[in-house]
């Protein structure tokens, strides 16, 4: 069977044609489009690896259908950054080392994203270590990653107080 | 996972229609689904994908002063919603306390009615498991089943209904909405859920092809407002399914309960409503003794289903401390750690 979908990966218009309905939202990013920047770490949605923003929206794309997202807006690490600009939440990552091998920091990466825009950790470390909670860093690189998430947070209201002004 | 044939309806109807050919399953968001076909424990034939069906999506006040939730409200939409948070707070701190927030932000009402025990021996496909592969056996029995059910278990199951939701929809009496081939039904979410009996394949009361598109929550849940919590542990404190869990509403006058209500997680393969407790409850003092009679009312019937005697002390124990919070009153701002024991305020340490 092959079942085309359009989808908005990155900001560009993407058309797929599926010829397997099994493809979830994960593997159609890295093995048909070739954004490798989303990690399968576990892919039954328990480490956050594969996080990325669908409509503005965190979620584990190895728990998603590809063929059921046809019309998505996808927002992936690849698109995170605005030119050569660093995105606020990658500049913090890397000044509060919240990496270490790295596998898990796209993934990471996407989810302090999300956390941030819902809006309901501000800078509490307890509401942003619960709000991570779905993010699995075998490093243990917690302590450096909650740190980024705070600065990243503070950095971003400060943009929209700005913005406002 | 399996080859299926995949399918995208544009109604209810249409959906109904399409889930009539045999092997086929409905698709939500496909949180709990995927994983278990990815695992090879569910092997649909046909996937009805009702992720977009039209008009399933809204929270409604209905004129009556019901809330309708439409079953592909996603968790998280629900938890965060104001009018909601305000009138319904264990269900919401319950929603907040479940999976992790990709997980919350995907996964839809109706399908967290409908997913699967997290009994490991139901995952594995090289353990024997009833539930999975009828009549094969239970490894569970036997096997490492600590977190197994302390009530309603049967010889042939000992598994447990994983959801947080459950568990208030069914202590402030939810309602399931359902359509199927033969028209529109109605059943009380705490009925929704069955015990495993000799038949433990079948996890619910729904028939073949009925669809949940919508729980309802009558106007009375609101009045437990100002004292409702829930409260789980887990065996870490985010991002764990509930050991034992418990959802306490009180209403209070003067200290005196007018009525209560109380259900327990993790400990049965359905959302349990005590009501031999609510009956303790209802008309005495707010007062940890007669917290601690209902608590053990509540598991009067409980028994060991292996290596697990300790939940029946840990559910009461969590029953005593949802009560102590509940009748505290519920918190102005959902905790940091939704239904935490570990961030109780001080005062509450039965």
Known sequence: MNLPIRLTVNGELRDVVLDDPRVTLLDLLRERLQLTG??????RGQCGACTVLVDGRRVNSCLALAASHDGADILTIEGVAQGGELHPVQAAFIAHDGCQCGYCTPGQIMSAIGLIAEGHAGDDPERIRE???GNLCRCGAYVGIIEAVREAQKNLAAIKTERAA | MNQFEYVRPASVADAIAAAAAPGATYLASGTNLLDLMKGGIMRPARLVDVSRLPGLDRIERLDNGDVRIGALVRNADLAHDLDFARSHPAISEALLSGASAQLRNAATVGGNLLQRTRCSYFYDTASACNKRAPGSGCDARGGDNRLHAVLGWSEGCIATHPSDLCVPLAAFDAIAEIEGRHGRREVAVEALHRLPGATPERDSTLEPGEL???????????????????????ERTSYAFAVVSAAAGLVIDGGTIKEARLALGGIAAKPWRAREAEAALAGARAAPAVFRRAAEAALAEAKPSGANGFKIELAQRIILRALTLAAAGTPDRMPALPASPFSSPAGATQ
């Open chain 1, 38 to 43: 989303t990690k399968k770490g576990c892919d």
């Open chain 1, 131 to 133: 709000g991570m909670s």
């Open chain 2, 212 to 234: 949940i598109v919508a729980v309802r929550l009558p106007a009375a849940a609101r009045g437990f407002a100002s004292h409702a919590r829930y409260l789980k542990l887990r």
